[in-house]
């Protein structure tokens, strides 16, 4: 089965439309990933503030149950020596035990001190955390919600692939083995781009002037011709003259 040269170039067209395509879909398949990793990664980053502040209230609320033990220790230490007064027989122990009571009791006033200053930050730190689990769960909604939109974009993207790669074939198929294989090195080694437009003489894949001979054949369309600086393809397309404005 073979076809002309101008159902050749035709078909050339619709191969690099088909390529262009793919290559477009591919790299959209490789940017999704990389745009859920980002997405997830700013929904961690959150995560972890709340749960910092949290680990921070509990620590809070740990040091103020560890101050409240402590001064209870301390009261009972000090009944324990309120109760050996009655049994004082010298002024001296009297002194003693008064002055162990007098120390003990500015112990408890220092870590009633300590303990106001951490209810303070307790209060301020529990008004923050709702916000901040408020934004979190927000982040986290609006995030599924994009992971969705982002999988079923993933999913369209490679059935597309799949139904682009298939024509593709197709159209190879139709193409004279030697021509194929032709497209196949240029577009490899042209970053894809092996099939280009010729305006004026001037190919649009390198932008240097071809011979006044070849554009005309290109301009004629019933050869395969290639642009002899960068080996791409060459076509013609006639543009309709731009309506003139009043
Ligand atoms: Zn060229």
Same mark, same amino acid.
């Given at each position: 089965m073979s076809i002309s040269p101008k159902e050749q170039l035709q078909q050339l067209i619709v191969l690099q439309n088909l390529d262009d395509e793919i290559a477009e879909h591919k790299q959209l398949l490789a940017d999704i990933p990389i745009q859920l990793?980002?997405?997830r990664a700013e929904l961690e980053e959150k995560k972890k503030i709340f749960s910092n502040a949290k680990e921070e209230l509990d620590a809070l609320q740990k040091e103020r149950k560890d101050i409240e033990l402590?001064?209870?220790g301390e009261n009972d230490h000090m009944a324990k020596a309120k109760t050996k007064l009655p049994a004082v027989k010298t002024n001296r122990e009297y002194t003693a035990i008064l002055s162990e009571v007098d120390a003990i009791k500015e112990k408890v006033s220092g870590l009633e001190d300590k303990e106001l200053d951490i209810m303070e930050i307790l209060e301020e730190k529990q008004k923050e955390v709702p916000g901040i689990e408020k934004i979190c769960k927000e982040e986290d909604a609006r995030f599924q919600e994009y992971k969705a939109k982002k999988d079923a974009e993933?999913?369209?993207m490679k059935q597309e692939l799949g139904v682009l790669v298939t024509k593709r074939e197709a159209v190879g198929g139709q193409l004279d083995r030697v021509i194929m294989q032709r497209y196949e090195k240029v577009a490899g080694s042209r970053d894809g781009r092996a099939v280009v437009l010729l305006q004026g003489s001037i190919c649009q894949g390198c932008f240097q002037q071809i011979l006044p001979q070849m554009a005309i054949d290109v301009k004629v369309g =019933?050869?395969?011709?290639q642009c002899s600086n960068c080996i791409r393809f060459l076509y013609w397309e006639?543009?309709? =003259?731009?309506?003139t404005p009043k």
């Open positions: 990793d980002s997405g402590a001064v209870q993933l999913d369209r =019933e050869s395969i011709q006639e543009v309709p =003259e731009a309506a």
